[in-house]
């Protein structure tokens, strides 16, 4: 990078952590550290729950999925609204009434305290880990960007984030959220900008869309049905995002405590539900323009010369190891495939303002066996990185953003971009580790503790608990390499436990007669049963939420039936 664009980084990024510092002053007990006095109206509200959700990854790794799979992954988000909708009707009430910390407390009144603290183990497992990939996001572009080990990146970018945490609280997480997101939009329409401004002169953004979509990279709608019927195995199509993004987005929201932490700081039940249903509203076109900016740099590397393999770094090293020269010959096949998408690029436009459609129809179909025949190229070259380096990543889907960022932009906006990277992940990691500690302090400390509760002492480890789980975090990113996508290494780690999580509260919400004897057994049985069936890989990860959910509430109901006076102390 420039000296203009480490201005413009470092500018931008101490400006936040200031801003964040100054509006956390006077914490004072967990209520202002958690909650923030419960004082938030409902669009800071909104920005908080977005940017929590929108972590670095969302920006990394999302243009990189659209590059390699098209835009289909948008349909992971079309039961969100629904979910908002359910969560702003019978959870946010609740939550409400009981003037709770966390969302698990409600679960020691409903059931008993062995079903509140199975729950919250469950939150704190995946959102650890999940939080440590978040960590391992933004230190892939420090390693990227400066050389350094990827293990050494991530020790700076998790400290910084401890230290930024630790001091700030909830109040500062929220507030430099909503900073952090003015920003983003900013940048990434930026992005998207130059994207179309960068490709030859006599192509415009429609032309851009063209190619794209000649390409498959405009899938936005799919149905997931093949020659054999329906695949239940597909990742992304509209009944498993509708379905499987429901529950996954109800559990996500309504009892992950790293989404509940933020809405609970809102002035009233009012606020809370108009930051949820406004996020519902929003949060699809939002992913629907970032994997766009991904599926028009597709375009942009039909123009241009692009890697075979956007880890260039792992791709150098291997061309230097024992399949070098099959690399080699890899590397030339694909620039001769790039050559020829380019001039049928050209070809299929031309035939297209002419209105020949029998030309056009000709070209757009060579134009999508190319991508595909790219594609298979570049799987080829991946394997074979792989096997020159073990510990190499076989998908370079998080790179692709990145490499067009740094090697394209102007000095000034590539510091922009990186830096909205970096505050995509302060946001979201800030957010994590607040709820990771609140649900320390509140859900385990003070059952353990009851009497320990003077304000200084609590606030004091709250902070240790908020320095435990950063430390935690980063021994997880230091892991975190050879995990693929980074957006859909989230998504399924999530999708291995929010099933259950919501097949507790829904069965708490609505099955008045279940016992917490009852609804305990069930969990885990089900949580085992759904891990088994994400590694027989016979369906796709979205569809284990609905599962999940399913099979806990049946399964306590059974247990009604079969185990009526059993008990289990806790």
């Not at 692709?400 to 000034?412: D, K, M, S, T």
């Not at 500690?437 to 503790?449: E, F, K």
């Not at 709250?462 to 980074?486: D, E, H, K, N, P």
């Not at 759904?530 to 049946?554: E, K, Q, R």
């Amino acid at each position: 990078m420039s000296l203009l664009d480490w201005i413009v980084l470092i500018v931008t990024l101490f400006s936040v952590i200031i801003y964040g510092i100054y509006k956390s002053r006077g914490q004072k007990n967990l209520e202002s550290y958690f909650l923030n006095n419960r004082s938030l109206p409902w669009y800071i509200v909104l920005f908080s729950i977005m940017g929590t959700q929108a972590s670095a990854i969302t920006f990394l790794s999302a243009p990189g999925q659209a590059y390699t799979d098209g835009m289909r992954f948008v349909q992971y988000y079309f039961g969100l609204p629904l979910a908002m909708i359910f969560i702003c009707i019978f959870f946010i009430p609740i939550y409400s009434k009981l003037n709770i910390y966390t969302a698990y407390e409600y679960l020691e009144k409903r059931f008993d305290t062995k079903t509140r603290l199975l729950t919250s183990f469950l939150f704190l497992l995946q959102r650890g880990l999940s939080t440590g990939i978040s960590i391992y996001a933004p230190s892939l572009i420090l390693s990227s960007l400066l050389g350094w080990n990827i293990h050494l990146t991530n020790l700076l970018m998790g400290g910084l984030l401890i230290i930024y945490t630790v001091s700030g609280g909830v109040k500062a997480v929220s507030y430099t959220q909503t900073q952090q997101l003015i920003i983003i939009f900013l940048a990434m329409f930026l992005s998207g900008y130059m994207v179309v401004h960068l490709l030859p002169e006599d192509m415009g953004f429609a032309d851009a869309l063209k190619i794209a979509g000649a390409s498959g990279k405009l899938n936005v709608i799919t149905s997931g049905f093949n020659e054999n019927g329906f695949n239940w195995n597909d990742k992304y199509n509209i009944f498993s995002g509708i379905i499987g993004g429901f529950f996954l987005a109800l559990s996500y929201f309504g009892t992950d405590q790293s989404q509940v932490g933020r809405y609970l700081t809102a002035k009233n039940t009012n606020e809370s539900r108009a930051g949820l249903l406004m996020n519902g509203f929003v949060k699809i076109p939002m992913q629907f323009l970032i994997l766009l900016v991904g599926a028009l740099v597709f375009t942009f590397y039909t123009f241009y010369k692009s890697p075979v393999y956007f880890n260039t770094k792992m791709l150098d090293s291997a061309r230097e190891g024992s399949y070098g020269n099959e690399i080699s010959d890899i590397e030339t096949n694909y620039s001769s495939l790039q050559k020829l998408q380019n001039e049928v690029a050209v070809n299929y436009l031309n035939a297209e303002k002419s209105g020949d459609e029998m030309r056009s129809y000709f070209y757009k179909s060579k134009l999508d066996s190319l991508s595909i025949l790219n594609t298979s190229r570049r799987k080829k070259a991946a394997t074979l990185i792989q096997k020159s380096n073990a510990s190499a990543d076989s998908n370079d889907t998080n790179y692709i953003f990145l490499h067009f960022v740094v090697n394209n932009l102007p000095r000034g906006l590539v510091g922009l971009l990186i830096a909205i990277i970096f505050l995509a992940a302060w946001g979201s990691i800030a957010a994590a580790l607040n709820s990771l500690a609140s649900t320390c302090m509140i859900d385990w400390h003070h059952l353990a503790r009851p009497k320990d509760r003077t304000d200084a002492r609590n606030l004091k480890l709250s902070r240790y608990y908020t320095l435990a789980w950063g430390i935690f975090c980063i021994i997880v990113a230091q892991l975190a390499g050879r995990m693929g996508s980074l957006i859909e290494a989230v998504n399924i780690l999530g999708s291995l436990f929010y099933g259950t999580i919501l097949g507790i509260f829904s069965v708490a919400l609505f099955l008045k007669s279940i016992e917490g004897n009852q609804v305990f057994i069930a969990a885990l049985i089900t949580e085992v049963l759904v891990i088994a069936i994400y590694f027989s890989d016979t369906i796709s990860f979205l569809w284990l939420n609905l599962i999940g959910c399913a099979f806990v509430i049946l399964l306590s109901l059974l247990l009604k039936l079969i185990l009526p006076k059993f008990q289990v102390t806790g």
